[in-house]
T-cell receptor, first 114, second 114 residues
Framework: ETGVTQSPTHLIKTRGQQVTLRCSSQ?????VSWYQQALGQGPQFIFQ???????GRGNFPPRFSGLQFPNYSSELNVNALELDDSALYLC?????????????FGQGTRLTVV | GNSVTQMEGPVTLSEEAFLTINCTYT??????LFWYVQYPGEGLQLLLK?????DKGSNKGFEATYRKETTSFHLEKGSVQVSDSAVYFC?????????????FGTGTLLAVQP
């Protein structure tokens, strides 16, 4: 059983650019969530995908968007990057959605916007 | 809205000392409660969870009891080891069943000295 994997591990982008982060969910999992973790803070929920549909979104602007593919892997896209977007982006997968379901996290992608 | 408040760190202890990390929550419904641990350079790992009042979650010597009357979920360990040094996050899940979105506290850094 493979765990949650994210790519790339580190990324440096310039303000105004666009970025795509990728996540492969754990085998058997159909739900993927994305979180932003600023330095010294707890992770903040961006959105969740369940069977290729977005089924929940946090307080993030529309320039944060995502996709989930038929194999349940996922992408997070961020347009018009701002300096405050610098953070660790975490992907988490679970075998179903719903309160109390355990989420398994990847190691994250460290994004630096300069 | 729902929120989690954790004691601020860092918490510095000697090996074999007793650990308590306080966590209180605010929620409109009946949340599930979690403790996650983040080791340096890694993603989050679920440490333990409790899904209803008076439940006790436990794992690797760590324990936490879901106290509805005090809206608390304090993490305890009787004898810490150097390998327990990490950041600990308290979290809740309470989204009416739509998602397993997690709301995290800001994290507490634990440093255990030999």
């Amino acid at each position: 059983e493979t765990g949650v994997t994210q790519s790339p591990t580190h990324l440096i982008k310039t303000r105004g650019q666009q970025v795509t982060l990728r996540c492969s969910s754990q085998s058997g999992h159909n739900t993927v969530s994305w979180y932003q973790q600023a330095l010294g803070q707890g992770p903040q929920f961006i959105f969740q995908y369940y069977r290729e549909e977005e089924n929940g979104r946090g307080n993030f602007p529309p320039r944060f968007s995502g996709l989930q593919f038929p194999n349940y892997s996922s992408e997070l896209n961020v347009n018009a990057l701002e300096l405050d977007d610098s953070a660790l982006y975490l992907c988490a997968s679970s075998f179903q959605t719903g309160q109390g379901t355990e989420a398994f996290f990847g190691q994250g992608t460290r994004l630096t916007v300069v | 809205g729902n929120s989690v408040t954790q004691m601020e760190g860092p918490v510095t202890l000697s090996e074999e000392a007793f650990l308590t990390i306080n966590c209180t929550y605010t929620a409109t419904g009946y949340p599930s409660l979690f403790w996650y641990v983040q080791y340096p350079g890694e993603g989050l790992q679920l440490l333990l969870k409790a899904t209803k009042a008076d439940d006790k979650g436990s794992n690797k010597g760590f324990e936490a009891t879901y106290r509805k009357e005090t809206t608390s979920f304090h993490l305890e360990k009787g004898s810490v080891q150097v390998s327990d040094s990490a950041v600990y996050f308290c979290a809740l899940s309470d989204d009416g069943g739509a998602t397993n979105k997690l709301i995290f506290g800001t994290g507490t850094l634990l440093a255990v000295q030999p």
